[in-house]
């Protein structure tokens, strides 16, 4: 009976782990899956959309529509961003290089050196009303503050994927992955359906900041911890796919949290990545690379 | 030209008083300059939460100025950013000693940050306190060496011993021990255990988490599943914030008596103010708490003064971690040179071995190690905290002093038991 308890909770736990984890990785899944940009700042990007939530919050506004109504303001962030990026790397034939690597590790160390002097090192923490409660089915006992941000998670992708797939502008992001030229002999900017996937990149990450300081308090560096979980979960699920970057982050998820139940907490960072690499070997291209 | 004897001894006694002369003007100069006291603090970085460690300086050297210096030399402090960055250490206290010629030294920020100069301050043989540095000494044994904290002999492992004491003196005999996977969380925790083992007490769950962990769920039913009657925590603030939620959002079983320990973070009044009610219950450690049993001298009017500062710097508004011991150092060097009468560093080193030193956060005497010759870290118990209201922590009966016996303010009472209260 106790091992069906913790089993069960275990599941449970790893799929709302996995749906937190997947809606840090959407921005990402973007810019690295289908631009092919090594945006390894979009941690840092995320913790700054935590703050900029944290700081509606001080206000009395939920931290959910807070989320939402900053990613306005994140999205022409983003496309800024992208216009800097575009004209001194990629207008130059230097995109996607360790150059670029290095700038958006320096746009990280930014945003975490902003973030200090703006706010300080103290842990930052939401009020909500859910936060301290918890769900209770039969053997399982779910808190809210990790329930609530992992119902989003489905609902943002449901809605990306459906952007990306019924309307032009998404059919055009996910062509831009594959061949600037053609999309320029279609009579469409490859620079401006960039700008605009970045900027919906930079939207997830103000969502993505909601949900993870909905979970627990943040410092200026916190986004350090989640660099190589995200792009585990990019790469499992397979370059640019988004349903599949849900369906890996689920599945490490629940590796971690089976791993830290039945053997040792320990070892949970290392699963999303024995996975990553056990999985590579089989399928080079991800879980999901091939039906892109 | 024929020099008579007279000549010569006017000479003599010229050229004798022109060599001695620099020396008689800057010993003269010498006794008018300030005495400088050097530190580094944490003003940027990860440890920038620690920079309010500076107020307790700055009043503890507006105090010996308002009342006519040291030896009637005014006392000036020179404090560089070291920015949490270990790296920067050994420079910045090579620039206190050797340019900026501070006659006292205050070590950094806690052992991390102490652990590089303390082989300068050995082989410079210099007057060193330090500021919450755990163990700095142990292995150095540099005898100009002073710790501000009650960290007591052998603090390394027996920093947390209150916790197990407290456990053994209520009749537990199951211990759990959850600890971060840090090189100062795992110390306390196979401390935690050895002591655990000395009192007969069987440690049925050992978990090291990682220090990024935020979910404690798992962890938290593996506890219960363990049926622990005290749990050992060793954590850092955003653990022991995600471990109290745990707590209070999965429960642990009312077979836990004794929760805590070795919380960090329980002790800045940004956790104290997020988890409000959340902490009833939990017993961790804290060096200062405004009970009644802790009124020494002169620690009220410090904590009425730090709190317009810190609001204007917005630092944590509470203040009872650091700044009463950085104060308190301070007090030490004021007090061992007024009864030397010098700022030999020699002699006030000699005598601060030998004397008590009375301050805001109690008296004070160390061991040859320069470590306070008692541990004195208290194990306080959250008890009616209502609201996540700031104010209500200065407020005695909020962090009730269950141990050491000598400064306890209430007995202990069960997690669920203050729960329910």
């Known amino acids: 009976m106790l091992i069906l308890d913790l089993g069960l909770n275990a599941l449970v736990t790893g799929v709302v782990l996995g749906s937190i984890y997947a809606l840090v990785a959407l921005g990402l899944a973007i810019t690295f899956g289908l631009l092919h940009i090594p945006n390894v700042a979009h941690p840092a990007m995320v913790i700054g959309g935590s703050y900029a939530v944290a700081i509606s919050n001080s206000y009395g506004m939920d931290p959910l529509v807070a989320g939402v109504l900053w990613a306005i303001p994140f999205y022409a962030l983003g496309v800024i961003l992208y216009e800097f990026y575009s004209r001194s790397f990629e207008s130059r034939g230097r995109g996607n290089t360790l150059q670029s690597l290095t700038l958006f590790f320096g746009i990280s160390l930014i945003i975490e050196v902003g973030l200090v002097v703006a706010f300080g090192t103290d842990l930052r923490s939401i009020r ?165 | 030209m024929k020099i008579t004897r007279r000549n010569f001894t006017q000479i003599g006694l010229g050229t004798m008083a022109g060599i001695a002369a620099p020396a008689v003007w800057s010993g003269a100069h010498a006794q008018s300059q300030p005495i400088r006291i050097g530190a580094s603090a944490s003003l940027t970085g990860p440890l920038s939460g620690t920079k309010n460690l500076v107020i307790g300086y700055e009043l503890w050297r507006d105090d010996i100025n308002a009342a006519g210096g040291l030896l009637g030399r005014k006392v000036e402090l020179v404090i560089y950013d070291d920015q949490s960055v270990p790296a920067n250490i050994p420079g910045i206290y090579s620039k206190l000693v050797d340019v900026d010629k501070v006659d006292f030294l205050f070590s950094p920020y806690g052992a991390n940050l102490t652990a590089p100069v303390m082989p300068f301050a050995k082989s410079r043989d210099r007057f060193i306190i330090g500021i919450l540095t755990l163990a700095a000494n142990d292995t150095i044994k540099h005898d100009k060496f002073f710790q501000a904290a009650p960290w007591g002999p052998n603090g390394a492992e027996n920093w947390a011993r209150g916790f197990f004491d407290l456990a053994n003196g209520n009749g537990i005999k199951k211990m759990a021990i959850l600890a971060a996977d840090t090189e100062f969380s795992k110390t306390a925790a196979a401390g935690g255990r050895r002591v655990s083992e000395q009192f007969g007490m069987q440690v049925v769950d050992y978990q090291i988490y990682p220090p990024t962990n935020r979910d404690f769920s798992a962890i938290l039913r593996n506890v219960r599943a363990s049926a622990a009657e005290a749990v050992f925590v060793c954590s850092y603030p955003a653990d022991s914030t995600g471990i109290v939620r ?147 922590f200065r407020q005695a009966g909020k962090q009730v002093i269950v141990d050491p016996p000598a400064y306890k303010s209430g007995d202990l009472m069960s997690l669920a038991q203050s729960r329910k209260a």
């Open chain 1, 128 to 292: 909500a009303g859910y936060i301290g409660h918890s769900l209770t089915v039969g053997f399982i006992v779910m808190p809210y503050r990790f329930l609530i941000p992992a119902a989003l998670a489905p609902v943002v992708i449901f809605l990306l994927w459906l952007y990306m797939t019924r309307t032009n502008t998404g059919l055009a992001i996910r062509a831009v992955a594959y061949e600037e030229r053609a999309l320029q002999i279609c009579g469409l900017d490859p620079a401006a359906i960039k700008r605009h996937a970045f900027g919906i990149a930079m939207a997830m990450a103000a969502l993505a900041g909601a949900a993870l300081v909905i979970t627990g308090p943040i410092d200026p560096f916190a986004g350090r911890a989640h660099i190589g979980r995200v792009f585990a979960v990019v790469v499992l699920a397979g370059m640019g796919t988004i349903p599949g970057t849900l369906v890996a982050a689920i599945l490490i998820g629940v590796a971690e949290s089976f791993v830290m139940t039945f053997l040792s907490p320990s070892w949970a960072p290392g699963v999303a990545f024995a996975i990553l690499l056990a999985t590579l070997g089989l399928r080079p291209n991800g879980l999901f690379g091939a039906l892109r």
């Open chain 2, 246 to 392: 745990g707590i209070q959002e999965i429960g642990i079983g009312d077979q836990v008596r004794l929760f805590g320990g070795g919380m960090v973070g329980t002790q800045y009044a940004s956790l104290l103010e997020n988890l409000g009610p959340a902490l009833n219950g939990i017993t961790s450690f804290h060096l200062y708490v405004p009970e009644p049993t802790l009124k020494f001298t002169g620690i009220d009017d410090f904590l009425s003064r730090y709190a317009p500062i810190a609001k204007q710097r917005q630092v944590d508004p509470l203040g009872f971690y650091i700044p009463p011991f950085t104060y308190a150092a301070g007090q030490l060097i004021s007090t061992a040179v007024k009864a030397t009468g010098t700022i030999d560093q020699a002699k006030v080193s000699q005598w601060l071995h030998a004397n008590a030193v009375e301050t805001i956060v109690g008296k004070m005497s160390f061991n040859e190690l320069g470590d306070w010759t008692q541990r004195r870290v208290l194990m306080c118990q959250f008890r009616n905290i209502q609201g996540n209201d700031i104010d209500q």
